[in-house]
């Protein structure tokens, strides 16, 4: 069966440089999560879509930006990059974003920032 | 965390034996989930139980939930090598729609051959 997709799969980037990671979704899935986990952290909420409009939002800097298309994937702008922002980051997506559903997570993409 | 506990934070065991993870949560929920993580990488869905159910049991996974200490449990029967990685549980909560999933702290379960 089909996965969530997330690429790049590893990336490095320096301080204060820009970072987009993609994320595509089990298809006639419609809500997209975004996850980021720290070094030894437990995975922390960052942002969710429902049809294209942004659903809740956790703890996302305001130097990120994430959006989803009308193909339903999304993309997770980093700008202005920090040590800090190295962690693994993960695309989960749900049928309907309905409670109830389960969440499928994408195999995560892991930033390193040097 | 956004959560609550996981206990223990590491477990060591030999094959063969069980493994009993606990987890406990703040608010009230819709459902719980148990995630696993190889060191580091993708993390894997186990099981889903609502807060209607008591127990679930899917292959060597036993899960409890009791909503009124806020807890859960995972059970691993007759452990394998190959099951060492990192547990947690995940709650989802009660808005309707768009509920994130909120991550415990997790369990580091390393299995001895």
């Known amino acids: 069966a089909a996965g969530v997709i997330q690429s790049p799969r590893h990336l490095i980037k320096e301080k204060r440089e820009t970072a987009t990671l993609k994320c595509y979704p089990i298809p006639r899935h419609d809500t997209v999560y975004w996850y980021q986990q720290g070094p030894g952290q437990d995975p922390q909420f960052l942002i969710s879509f429902y049809e294209k409009m942004q659903s809740d939002k956790g703890s996302i800097p305001d130097r990120f930006s994430a959006q989803q298309f009308s193909d339903y994937h999304s993309e997770l702008n980093m700008s202005s990059l920090e040590l800090g922002d190295s962690a693994l980051y993960f695309c989960a997506s749900s049928p309907t974003g309905l409670a109830g559903d389960t969440q499928y997570f994408g195999p995560g993409t892991r930033l390193t920032v040097l | 965390s956004q959560q609550g506990e996981e206990d223990p934070q590491a477990l060591s065991i030999q094959e063969g034996e069980n493994a009993t993870m606990n987890c406990s949560y703040k608010t009230s929920i819709n459902n719980l989930q148990w995630y696993r993580q190889n060191s580091g990488r993708g993390l894997v869905h186990l099981i889903l139980?609502?807060?209607?159910?008591r127990e679930k049991h899917s292959g060597r996974l036993r899960v409890t939930l009791d909503t009124s200490k806020k807890s859960s449990s995972l059970l691993i029967t007759a452990s394998r090598a190959a099951d060492t990685a990192s547990y947690f549980c995940?709650?989802?909560?009660?808005?309707?729609?768009?509920?994130?999933?909120?991550f415990g702290p997790g369990t580091s379960l390393s299995v001895i051959p």
């Open positions: 139980i609502r807060s209607n159910e």
């Open positions: 995940a709650t989802v909560g009660l808005k309707t729609s768009y509920d994130k999933v909120i």
